[in-house]
Structure formats: structure tokens, C-alpha cells
């Protein structure tokens, strides 16, 4: 029995290193770019700050990715004012001079500009 085990497995060794002619081994896909977490816009729609959260403790991003770093954090009584969007993100200006990112999803009215 110890022979025809290790025989087996000297013969799955062999099948798993060889790679059939003209089959190319795939490799793996690029990783994606990381977000600009630093990305910051003018203020191109010049609206006028108003109650836009839908939620409390939204938080402020440096970019427009969950990955970027939380700047604060809007509640649903503060005034702000939308600069412009980009996707699915809107960068706007706290009442308290915060600038960043939050995502669309968490406001009343996005900006018509687009970043």
C-alpha cells in the first residue's frame, strides 16, 4: 500500500507542474488605483448652504472613497454648501468650514456641476 501512495502522489506532482503547450498561466489582475484622498474642489455651482443631510454623523471624507479619511461628520440641522459631483460623491463646505467628500446617498439635493 506505502508504494501505491507514494507513487500517486509522485504522479500528481508531475501533473500539476506541467502546463499543456501553448497554455499560457494566467496571472493575476492589476489591483485597482487607490482613491486621491486629497482631491479637493472649487466651489463651481455657487449655491447657498442649506439642511441637505438625510442623517446624523455623516462623515466627511478627504476623497471620495470610504477608504479616504473622515475630516468631521455633518448632522442633519447643519448648513452646507455643495461645491460640485463627481459619480456618486458630492464635495461640499460644513457650516463650520469643513471641506470634503460624503457620499450621494447621504443628501436631500446633490450639485447639477460636475467636479
Known amino acids: ?15 500539476l507542474s506541467t502546463v499543456a503547450p501553448g ?4 496571472e493575476p489582475a492589476p489591483p485597482p488605483p487607490p482613491p486621491n484622498c486629497s482631491k479637493t474642489e472649487p466651489d463651481k455651482d455657487n449655491s447657498k448652504y442649506a439642511k441637505l443631510f438625510r442623517t446624523n454623523h455623516v462623515n466627511v471624507r478627504s476623497g ?7 475630516l468631521g461628520q455633518g448632522v442633519t440641522s447643519q448648513k452646507v ?3 460640485c459631483t463627481a459619480g456618486t460623491w458630492t464635495y461640499l463646505r460644513l457650516s463650520t468650514g469643513v471641506e470634503g467628500w460624503v457620499n ?3 443628501l436631500k439635493d446633490t450639485s447639477d456641476v460636475h467636479c
Open 81 to 83: 454648501d455643495l461645491h
Open 23 to 26: 497554455v499560457a498561466a494566467s
Open 104 to 106: 450621494n446617498g447621504y
Open 64 to 70: 471620495p472613497s470610504t477608504t479616504c479619511k473622515a
Open 1 to 15: 500500500m506505502r508504494k501505491f501512495t507514494t507513487g500517486l502522489a509522485l504522479a500528481a506532482g508531475i501533473a
